[in-house]
């Protein structure tokens, strides 16, 4: 009679795209949004969202910092001393945002001039630190950007929703292109006046509040108690 003992079971292999690698992305997309349920990142909803085109820009920027930093964070994670991780975070992303500013000097420098100063300041954005702090110090390269993926896609969704109701109401426009026509304006004959204190930052703010009751009334999880 044998007294060997079976091997266990190997694990199989968390697939790419498993439920809990999706749930990365899908969460901060609503459930878990960084902008209405975390409240992070709100600073540059109210600065940036006047025109749609400089949200889309301020979002590619937040993508590329936080996906591209939470994987050089996680891969480097067991070599930095706990000491000195927030100091090593905060030198890779000034790094990266160093890098996006260059790109957009250097292929959309227009846009870079309206934009430049936010896109500095992404650095002290709590979304990138807080990512970085909670998610890629703790896990593989591969969640880490899907973590980053779903973060700045919560964070892109609501700057684009909330500068397109701002350009729309205050200039008449989307994406610099016009979509109320200029013979309903007062000054042509017409009746129409855009509404300038949309392109207030505090209108930003209301917007904000009102995507937040919108999204908890239709979204009880988030109701609290």
């Given at each position: 009679?044998?007294?060997?003992?079976?091997?266990?079971?190997?694990?199989?292999?968390?697939?790419?795209?498993?439920?809990?690698?999706?749930?990365?992305?899908?969460?901060?997309?609503?459930?878990?949004?960084?902008?209405t349920v975390q409240v992070l990142g709100i600073c540059s909803a109210l600065a940036i969202t006047v025109k749609v085109q400089n949200a889309v820009v301020m979002s590619l920027s937040v993508l590329a910092v936080v996906v591209?930093?939470?994987?050089?964070?996680?891969?480097?994670?067991?070599?930095?001393?706990?000491?000195?991780?927030?100091?090593?975070?905060?030198?890779?992303?000034?790094?990266?945002?160093?890098?996006?500013?260059?790109?957009?000097?250097?292929?959309v420098y227009d846009v870079s001039k309206q934009v430049g100063v936010y896109v500095g300041l992404i650095i002290t954005n709590c979304i990138l630190m807080g990512r970085y702090e909670a998610f890629a110090m703790g896990n593989k390269v591969w969640p880490s950007a899907l973590d980053g993926l779903g973060n700045s896609l919560g964070y892109a969704w609501i700057l684009v929703a909330v500068a397109t109701v701002r350009e729309i109401t205050g200039n008449g426009s989307w994406m610099g292109i016009r979509l109320i026509p200029e013979s309903v304006y007062a000054a042509n004959g017409g009746g129409y006046f855009n509404n300038n204190m949309m392109i207030l930052p505090p209108m930003a703010l209301v917007l904000v509040g009102i995507i937040i009751w919108i999204q908890r009334s239709r979204n009880t999880k988030l109701i609290e108690q």
């Open positions: 009679m044998s007294t060997a003992t079976a091997a266990p079971a190997a694990k199989p292999a968390e697939g790419l795209f498993s439920k809990k690698n999706r749930k990365l992305i899908t969460d901060p997309l609503n459930d878990n949004n960084p902008i591209v930093g939470n994987m050089v964070i996680s891969a480097l994670r067991n070599l930095i001393p706990g000491r000195i991780r927030i100091i090593a975070q905060l030198v890779i992303a000034a790094g990266l945002v160093t890098l996006v500013d260059i790109v957009l000097k250097a292929y």
